[in-house]
């Protein structure tokens, strides 16, 4: 009897191979006095008893590897799951800087454009800021001497005269405030009656003290007191100043005048020469 080469395929079940070996377990001291079929059996027997510890062998490794390969398949697809996790929760934030990307680039287009015109304007203002400071230094030669003195921190404030706009510091505002300054005070002067001191050279090279009463920008008069009494005359603004014409024959009139204004004499009517250019 030939030992086979294969286990066969019946006996690998295991209830049958341990039934099996119970069976043949107890002949072992019979067979030593059996025939030579006995021990053919009996290397029938140690042959099955080793493919059933290598059976159970492999069956216990086939457990192990399962079960490894079970923990790495739920290894496995709680990755993929968390790179699924991932890749949504990335495509969500894509989009959604997308959408902040497309509404700052419409924030800035709307900020340029915001700020072209504020530009316009600015430039608009300027030229308005330039215009009125060209007109203050127009003014400024028929402005009176006390009232010059009093603007000139305004007037030296202002941008010199032909100074480009690139190099001026002041904003268009800045400037602005100094210009309203400025005319406010001119327009306060002109609608109003002043009497100021002022000193004033004559025609024969004196240079004498003097009481000065001017009608806003239109006409002022001038007479001096005491030792000078018979000084007097009348000035007009022009475009390079005041223009002052000596008139000591109206002396009295116009010192009558000033003295009225100031309260020194009673009022009445001071008949006087004027001038309209």
């Not at 295991?14 to 019979?30: D, N, R, S, V, W």
């Not at 300054?181 to 002067?189: G, P, Q, R, S, T």
């Not at 030792?227 to 116009?254: H, L, N, Q, R, S």
């Amino acid at each position: 009897m030939s030992i086979p080469t294969q286990f066969p395929k019946h006996l690998m079940n295991p209830k049958l191979l341990i039934a099996l070996c119970i069976f043949l377990g107890p002949l072992g001291p019979a067979a030593a006095q059996a025939p030579a079929t006995a021990t053919a059996t009996t290397d029938y027997l140690g042959l099955s008893r080793e493919l059933l510890t290598k059976y159970y062998d492999t069956r216990k490794l086939l457990g192990k590897e399962q079960a490894e390969w079970r923990l790495g398949q739920e290894v496995l697809k709680s990755r993929v799951d968390l790179l699924d996790s991932q890749l949504k929760e990335l495509k969500t934030k894509t989009e959604d800087e997308n959408k902040t990307i497309t509404t700052t680039d419409t924030e800035r287009e709307k900020l340029d454009a915001r700020s072209k015109e504020l530009v316009l304007v600015q430039d608009s203002q300027v030229e308005i800021v330039e215009k009125f400071e060209a007109r203050v230094r127009k003014l400024w030669k028929m402005l009176p001497l006390t009232l010059q003195a009093k603007l000139q921190p305004q007037l030296d404030g202002m941008p010199v005269e032909g100074k480009k706009r690139d190099d001026i510091k002041a904003t268009a505002s800045e400037r602005f405030l100094k210009v309203l300054a400025i005319l406010n005070e001119v327009n306060k002067f002109h609608s109003d009656i002043h009497v100021v001191n002022e000193r004033r050279k004559l025609k024969d090279g004196r240079e004498v003290e003097v009481r000065a009463i001017y009608f806003g920008l239109g006409v002022a008069y001038y007479a001096g007191s005491d030792e000078t009494a018979d000084v007097a005359g009348i000035g007009t603004p022009g475009p390079e100043g005041w223009v002052w014409k000596e008139t000591p024959e109206v002396a009295e009139d116009i010192d009558l005048l000033i003295g009225m204004n100031k309260g020194e004499k009673v009022a009445g009517f001071v008949p006087l020469p004027i001038e309209i250019r």
